[in-house]
């Protein structure tokens, strides 16, 4: 790496790590790139030149560099296993938006209100690692391949994506996320499971049924 490039990415960090530091002091109203400047000690203009969109592309950047973090976390289990692969995606990534929400609530709340290039390449980041889990579970047939990666996929981390904007807005704690996330996910996938998968399902529908059956009747209230 160039010494230009080097502090280039010294530069974006710095701006990052302010974001995430006024975020979770004053929330998304007192995220502005002044701010963001100041408190990274960077000129306004040295970050419209690395941010060109200003305060929504920092938002992105922010939710990439999460993306990425996640991604090398589950590489570093180093799963085989399809479905585990699978579902570590939902729990691995509920578990670190827990750890930080007080940045992670109002940048998926923002993320899920938002629709442009930015946030279809986010979409496309989170789907990607789905992906790979459902084709490693087809690959060792656990998974029919009567649905296509690609939309499996898409219809996955949209359901995720329904417990993930009811958490971001306050209307689900860590664990009905969690709880609303994977039962999805197994009824999802339950019609595509093969042999022993089937019942690695079952046993996580029938576990998961009495806190969504509690889900659904506060949400009816």
């Known amino acids: 790496m160039s010494v230009r490039e080097s502090a280039k990415q010294e530069r974006v960090q710095r701006a990052l ?3 995430r530091q006024i975020l ?21 203009r040295t970050l419209y030149n690395q941010f060109g969109g200003g305060k929504s592309d920092v938002l992105l ?3 990439s560099q999460e993306m990425d973090e996640l991604a090398a976390e589950l590489d570093a289990l180093q799963l085989d296993d399809g479905i585990d692969m699978s579902r570590a995606v939902i729990t691995v990534s509920i578990a670190r938006f827990r750890a930080s929400q007080d940045v ?20 496309n980041q989170a789907r990607g690692l789905q992906e790979r889990a459902v084709a490693r579970a087809i690959e060792n047939g656990q998974l029919s391949d009567l649905v296509p990666v690609r939309v499996l ?11 993930g904007h009811r958490w971001a807005r306050g ?4 664990k009905g996320f969690e709880t609303q996330a994977l039962h999805t996910w197994s009824c999802l996938l339950l019609g595509l499971a093969l042999g022993e998968t089937r019942s690695r399902f079952e046993r ?18």
């Open 24 to 44: 979770r002091r004053d929330g998304v109203d007192g995220l502005q790139i002044r701010t963001i400047a100041d408190e990274a000690g960077l000129a306004v």
């Open 153 to 163: 996929a898409h219809l996955i981390l949209d359901a995720y994506a329904n417990a």
């Open 104 to 123: 992670m609530r109002p940048l998926m709340a923002l993320t899920y209100s938002t629709s442009d290039k930015g946030t279809a390449m986010l979409a």
């Open 204 to 221: 996580e529908i029938k576990r998961l049924t009495p806190d969504m059956r509690r889900l659904v009747k506060t949400a009816a209230v």
């Open 17 to 19: 790590d302010a974001a």
């Open 171 to 174: 209307s689900l704690d860590h």
């Open 61 to 63: 950047a922010l939710m």
